[in-house]
Nanobody, 120 residues
Framework: QLVESGGGLVQPGASLRLSCAAS????????MGWFRQAPGNKREFVAAISRDGGTAYYADSVKGRFAISKDNAKNTVYLQMNSLKPEDTAVYYC???????????????WGQGTQVTVSS
């Protein structure tokens, strides 16, 4: 089970950190990802991190502003979001798969999502 938290309403330029807590065993064997879906849009890839946390990939739209990290001791993955823009507004979903990070579109398990709204 994946449970996201940390979403909210912020102004443009602000920061937020999303967390995704995973239950069960073997968290270190899972690659993790963050996706988002804005109203009327398809779900899109945001970031992903490898099983050991050593490799990360980002969508071009968030590169340099967002950072994904993984704490295997806490069974948690984070998404630090800086310099937020109105176009970052979406429901953010955590995802997991018990294998290597690539490809980036075949995650098996999904959280319920957390809303992020960026507005002045």
């Amino acid at each position: 089970q994946l449970v996201e938290s940390g979403g909210g309403l912020v102004q443009p330029g602000a920061s937020l950190r999303l967390s995704c807590a995973a239950s069960g065993r073997g968290f270190s064997t899972y690659a993790m990802g963050w996706f988002r879906q804005a109203p009327g849009n398809k779900r899109e890839f945001v970031a992903a991190i490898s099983r050991d946390g050593g490799t990360a990939y980002y969508a071009d739209s968030v590169k340099g502003r967002f950072a994904i990290s993984k704490d295997n001791a806490k069974n948690t993955v984070y998404l630090q979001m800086n310099s937020l823009k109105p176009e970052d507004t979406a429901v953010y979903y955590c995802a997991a798969k018990p294998r290597r990070i690539a490809p980036l579109d075949d995650f098996d398990y999904w959280g319920q999502g957390t809303q992020v709204t960026v507005s002045s």
